[in-house]
Structures are given as C-alpha cells and as structure tokens.
C-alpha cells in the first residue's frame, strides 16, 4: 500500500457535507464507495477540510492509501464519469508516506462569492450569495484588517462541545490574509486564508461584513466583535452556496 493525494472539486448542493454521515450522501462517503469499486480495495479517506453542507470546493485534499502499481489516471477518470460532474477528480499523484491531507496542511484558502446588484444573476445562483442592496466595498475592505493574525474567533464560530470533565477545544485561529476582489457587474469576492478554521468561521466573518457593507455596523466594530468572543456580537451566517475551499497549501 502507498499514500496517494486527490485534488476534488465537487458541487456541494447535492451533498450533506464533506465527512462521512450513514444515510446521507456526502462527498467522503460518495467518494470511498466510488473508489472501492473501481479498485476493490477498501479506503479511509481523509480531507484537509471539512466542509459543511452546500459548500463547494475546488481544490479540496485528500489523502487515502492505494495498493503500489495501481493505475491513477484510470482510477481518476473512472471517479469522474461515475460521479461527475457534482464531483471530479482533478488531480491523482503519489504521495509521501507521512503525507496527511489534514494534518499536513500549512493553510487553507476559501472565496466566498457574493452578486451585488438588483437583479440576481441565474448563471451564478448556484454558487453566489445575492445581496440586492448596495454594499460599500471600500469600509468592506478596511474591516478585514482586523481580522489578520492570530485571534479568538470564538464570535464568528460555532462553539464545540466540551467533552466529559474537558475544556472546550480552542477557537483561536491565524488569518494569513483577507481581502476582497471587485470582479465587475457586482461580483464581489471574499478570499480569505488560514492556516485552520473553526466552524461556520468564513460565513460568519462573512454575514458580519455584509452587515458593515450595507451600513448596519462601521468598520470600527470589527475589532470590538473579535474581542467580545460572544456569538451574539457578530452578525448571521452567509448562505453556505457562496462558500468554495478553493486551495490548500502544504
């Protein structure tokens, strides 16, 4: 058996998520069923993110064990006429032996798409968060800066649940970079890098930046939120359809 690396890209509304869940179709549970077939071996997969339910991904990791010799480019192209095109293989290469799609990982970058003008644009319903009100994208802008570095998102994350007579795990992520993209025609992307994230994190800083777009908060309270570590100071969660793991370094 040797480590192989997938790059998967896979449309997440047909999807309750990236892990394995009995009883719903998921990207990890479609794509080990899918990868059993083709080679008879039995796999444990593993992603460098798990995403949530409707979120997308173009350049999701995961690592999984293969016998040596196995044919790659087969096994690819059989992935992807039995599952795409909601989900492809995009890549398929030998890997280290110590390699892990999750624990390896330096950073992730996701982009979250939103459509800024009156009308909503059908071509890109599937994979953009319409906002028919006009947002300010420059105080946009200048509420990212506080979120870079090293930080306690607890008020833009779902708190995990502690386990018997445990601390609750830790919410203190670092933000490489933060940034918005005017793409034109009211296309305005988020792009937005970590080395992990917590839970609903992207949708959340999201929601509270559309909050300050719109006139509803200032720039100057994004600093505040973050120190507030309360749930209740950020604003709502971002639709997940706007949502795409973009890439992942190592």
């Keep these: ?46 992603g460098a993110g798990r995403t949530d339910a409707g979120v997308h991904a173009w350049g999701q990791v995961v690592s999984l064990d293969l016998p040596t010799g196995t044919e790659l480019e087969l096994v690819q192209r059989a992935i992807n006429k039995l599952c795409g095109p909601a989900l492809v293989v995009r890549a398929a290469e030998w890997a280290d032996e110590g390699f892990d799609a999750r624990f390896s990982a330096r950073w992730r970058r996701y982009r979250y798409t939103i459509v ?88 959340s800083v999201t929601g509270t930046l559309v909050d300050i777009g719109s006139g509803r908060r200032t720039a100057g309270e ?11 100071a950020a604003g709502g969660v971002a639709p997940p359809h706007g949502l795409c793991l973009w890439d992942v370094g190592y």
């Design 1 to 46: 058996m040797a480590r192989v690396r997938l790059t998967v890209a896979y449309d997440g509304r047909g999807f309750h998520g990236f892990a394995d869940n009995p009883g719903v179709a998921t990207v990890a549970g479609t794509l080990s069923r899918t990868i059993e077939r083709v080679t008879g071996t039995v796999v444990e997969l593993t």
């Design 116 to 203: 800024n003008r009156p009308v909503p644009d059908p071509f890109l319903a599937a994979t953009a968060w319409h906002v028919p009100q006009p947002l300010d994208l420059r105080v946009m802008t200048l509420a990212c800066d506080p979120l870079i570095g090293e930080h306690d998102f607890s008020s833009f994350c779902r708190r995990p649940r502690a386990a018997d007579g445990q601390e609750p795990p830790s919410l203190v992520r670092r933000v490489l970079d933060a940034r918005w993209e005017d793409e034109g025609d009211g296309v305005l992307r988020l792009w937005i890098t970590a080395t992990a994230f917590c839970h609903q994190m992207v949708r």
């Design 222 to 232: 994004m600093t505040g939120i973050l120190r507030a570590r309360s749930r209740a």
